[in-house]
């Protein structure tokens, strides 16, 4: 920080850390007083904020170990590229979001910089694979955690770990108008609408495009005027434009956030694929099922190791099944299309007022989440100083 600012090297690996980095960016510009750089990868959230990224985020965006595995050499050359970046760079801290296999290479590639390291989104130590919790201590200074139960977890490992609350409620998810959107796109007011959300990674969107198009086609059974609106991330829009062309009612794709909260407040019911994403359905008060895939490979070797019930947030903070998950062989159409029924009806109802409990543990307050993250940071730097003096 020679010159005065602050030199930040911020990555991101998805399209949910790339907003959360954008968040972040925007917090760190008003604490700093806009005497911050930042250097890294991120979309367009962060890109926003005056982020060129390094190359484009969506070559990160991978899941699943059959999804990964034909990326391999591509991912390798990109871990080396980023850790030489932040060597030369020299920033006065480091922070990784969330995509952990990503951000933990990279640091153990980093050879010059002595920055501290802060890694933003506590990975699911507590729900599997307990022992990584050495790996992240050898590697991170700081870790900043989404969820009021995670940073006992960490400190009794011995590392360093705050909980500064999820990003997802400053998201303005609730503020979408429903009546604008259904009047934008020639939806009659008594016209069923169904949020379908795929997901953000190309393997999610074609693992969940065939369970959910045949869910779609058994409501438009039971609801004539059904209407599907499909919100999506650029990375993968010209992918579900395509997979729900031909499906059995009329679907609106939209990719803005602040349409896609519209078209939220314009649904009646959701089938979510598990993520963040179920979050901002549940924070726009629109009752949802939350459903998800992954190859039959990756399942059979995650299965013995998770350690939870819920894969849910809103259900594992409440520690009942308030959202109904319907995962692996239970995401069928058949079962989405009777979950579906089923919250179209009074259970709906009875999920919107259950969800309101775990929202305010989730981080609402006076202080966003994003504003408490950046402090974290800036305290982190000010110790390392003074430490050095």
């Given at each position: 920080?020679?010159?005065?600012?602050?030199?930040?090297?911020?990555?991101?690996?998805?399209?949910?850390?790339?907003?959360?980095?954008?968040?972040?960016?925007?917090?760190?510009?008003?604490?700093?007083?806009?005497?911050?750089?930042?250097?890294?990868?991120?979309?367009?959230?962060?890109?926003?904020?005056?982020?060129?990224?390094?190359?484009?985020?969506?070559?990160?965006?991978?899941?699943?170990?059959?999804?990964?595995?034909?990326?391999?050499?591509?991912?390798?050359?990109?871990?080396?590229?980023?850790?030489?970046?932040?060597?030369?760079?020299?920033?006065?801290?480091?922070?990784?979001?969330?995509?952990?296999?990503?951000?933990?290479?990279?640091?153990?590639?980093?050879?010059?910089?002595?920055?501290?390291?802060?890694?933003?989104?506590?990975?699911?130590?507590?729900?599997?694979?307990?022992?990584?919790?050495?790996?992240?201590?050898?590697?991170?200074?700081?870790?900043?955690?989404?969820?009021?139960?995670?940073?006992?977890?960490?400190?009794?490992?011995?590392?360093?770990?705050?909980?500064?609350?999820?990003?997802?409620?400053?998201?303005?998810?609730?503020?979408?108008?429903?009546?604008?959107?259904?009047?934008?796109?020639?939806?009659?007011?008594?016209?069923?609408?169904?949020?379908?959300?795929?997901?953000?990674?190309?393997?999610?969107?074609?693992?969940?495009?065939?369970?959910?198009?045949?869910?779609?086609?058994?409501?438009?059974?039971?609801?004539?005027?059904?209407?599907?609106?499909?919100p999506t991330v650029p990375?993968?829009?010209?992918?579900?434009?395509g997979l729900t062309a031909d499906?059995?009612?009329?679907?609106?794709?939209?990719?803005?956030?602040?349409?896609?909260?519209?078209?939220?407040?314009?649904?009646?019911?959701?089938?979510?694929?598990?993520?963040?994403?179920?979050?901002?359905?549940?924070?726009?008060?629109?009752?949802?099922?939350?459903?998800?895939?992954?190859?039959?490979?990756?399942?059979?070797?995650?299965?013995?190791?998770?350690?939870?019930?819920?894969?849910?947030?809103?259900?594992?903070?409440?520690?009942?099944?308030?959202?109904?998950?319907?995962?692996?062989?239970?995401?069928?159409?058949?079962?989405?299309?009777?979950?579906?029924?089923?919250?179209?009806?009074?259970?709906?109802?009875?999920?919107?007022?259950?969800?309101?409990?775990?929202?305010?543990?989730?981080?609402?307050?006076?202080?966003?989440?994003?504003?408490?993250?950046?402090?974290?940071?800036?305290?982190?730097?000010?110790?390392?100083?003074?430490?050095?003096?």
């Amino acid at each position: 920080m020679t010159d005065g600012f602050l030199r930040v090297f911020i990555v991101a690996g998805e399209p949910s850390g790339d907003q959360i980095g954008g968040k972040l960016m925007a917090a760190l510009r008003e604490a700093t007083e806009d005497r911050v750089r930042f250097a890294g990868v991120g979309g367009e959230a962060m890109e926003a904020q005056g982020l060129g990224s390094l190359f484009p985020m969506e070559e990160l965006s991978l899941m699943g170990l059959m999804e990964v595995v034909p990326h391999i050499p591509r991912l390798l050359t990109r871990i080396r590229q980023t850790a030489a970046a932040i060597d030369s760079m020299e920033p006065d801290v480091v922070v990784t979001i969330d995509s952990p296999s990503f951000a933990y290479a990279v640091i153990k590639r980093v050879r010059r910089s002595t920055a501290p390291k802060v890694h933003y989104v506590a990975p699911t130590v507590w729900a599997w694979r307990p022992w990584r919790v050495k790996k992240i201590k050898r590697h991170f200074d700081m870790m900043l955690a989404l969820l009021p139960f995670e940073p006992p977890f960490f400190e009794k490992a011995g590392m360093p770990c705050r909980f500064v609350g999820h990003p997802v409620v400053e998201y303005q998810a609730s503020d979408g108008d429903g009546a604008a959107f259904r009047a934008r796109h020639g939806i009659a007011d008594d016209d069923t609408v169904v949020c379908v959300l795929l997901g953000s990674r190309r393997g999610e969107v074609t693992r969940h495009a065939k369970p959910f198009a045949g869910a779609v086609e058994l409501l438009s059974r039971r609801h004539p005027s059904l209407r599907v609106v499909t919100p999506t991330v650029p990375g993968v829009s010209g992918l579900v434009q395509g997979l729900t062309a031909d499906w059995a009612a009329p679907v609106t794709v939209v990719q803005d956030s602040a349409e896609k909260y519209a078209a939220m407040a314009a649904s009646n019911a959701a089938i979510a694929a598990s993520g963040t994403v179920a979050l901002e359905v549940a924070l726009a008060r629109l009752p949802a099922v939350v459903a998800y895939r992954i190859s039959m490979i990756t399942a059979a070797i995650l299965r013995p190791l998770l350690n939870v019930r819920y894969v849910n947030l809103i259900n594992l903070i409440l520690d009942r099944e308030v959202v109904p998950e319907r995962l692996q062989f239970q995401c069928t159409a058949a079962i989405l299309a009777e979950e579906v029924e089923k919250l179209l009806g009074s259970s709906g109802q009875e999920q919107i007022a259950a969800v309101d409990e775990a929202l305010q543990q989730l981080g609402g307050g006076r202080v966003p989440p994003s504003r408490r993250a950046a402090d974290a940071i800036l305290a982190v730097v000010a110790e390392r100083r003074q430490a050095a003096r």
